[in-house]
């Protein structure tokens, strides 16, 4: 479904990845980790066109994500759900309102963006607090809106940059069973992670980083 074959980006005078090659299947969950600086959100970012490989091909789906342009890439990311480390909600709006900004932009129904907005937050156990803002929130309720919002499109691919980075490890583990939920209903799933403890308790392949090369975690 994805594959990386021989992918390079340089930032200026500093190489974030170099000559990565990687495939991860549909349906596959994996981890990303390596230590700071090491490419992990690099590689994110390229899935997401949010940046651009200086070398190399991104090809999803049979695709090279090179000859996505323009309009299309707005496409492109809509089978893609993002969770962020720091959340970035919006605190002038509900809860409601936060996760259903996709779907607002992608111009859905209201009663199918009520139906859709209920079932992300009865998924990620915040159903019945729609009306709340989220500043009430802890800091593991925070990331789960930022979840829900994520999935709420039912993307094909979920991805996350260190999810769990500012929350303790009983929350930690709780926000990678939800990732492992979505999962086993046949979301690939993508994250990036520092956590070593906690993702080598689970059962999942881990691609590890250093200096922008793969040293680890390649085969399936």
């Given amino acids: 479904m994805i594959s990386f074959e021989r992918v390079s980006k340089r930032f200026e005078r500093h190489d974030a990845l170099r000559d990565v090659s990687l495939e991860i299947a549909r349906e596959e969950m994996v981890f990303l980790t ?5 490419g992990k959100s690099t590689m994110l970012r390229l899935l997401m066109l949010l940046d651009r490989a200086t070398s190399g091909r991104l090809v999803v789906n049979g695709k090279d994500v090179a000859t996505i342009r323009g309009r299309q890439v707005a496409r492109y990311r809509q089978d893609f759900g993002f969770v962020f480390q720091d ?6 709006r509900s809860i409601f309102d936060n996760v259903a900004l996709p779907l607002d932009i992608a ?5 199918d963006v009520g139906r859709r907005v209920r079932a992300a ?7 019945g607090r729609e009306s709340a803002n989220p500043a009430v929130l802890s800091g593991g309720e925070q990331q789960r809106v930022g979840i829900a919002r994520a999935v709420v499109a039912r993307p094909k691919v979920l991805v996350a940059d260190e999810p769990t980075g500012n929350l303790d490890p009983g929350l930690s583990a709780e926000i990678m069973a939800l990732f492992e939920a979505f999962h086993r209903v046949g979301v690939t799933v993508i994250v990036a992670s520092h956590d ?4 080598s308790r689970l059962r999942h392949r881990i691609i590890t980083l250093k200096e922008g ?3 680890g975690g390649v085969g399936r």
């Fill in 34 to 38: 390596g230590h700071s600086g090491a």
């Fill in 87 to 92: 959340h970035q909600l919006l605190f002038d």
């Fill in 107 to 111: 111009g859905f129904h209201p009663r």
């Fill in 121 to 127: 937050l009865d998924k990620v156990g915040l159903l």
């Fill in 196 to 199: 070593l403890a906690l993702i």
């Fill in 213 to 215: 090369r793969l040293v």
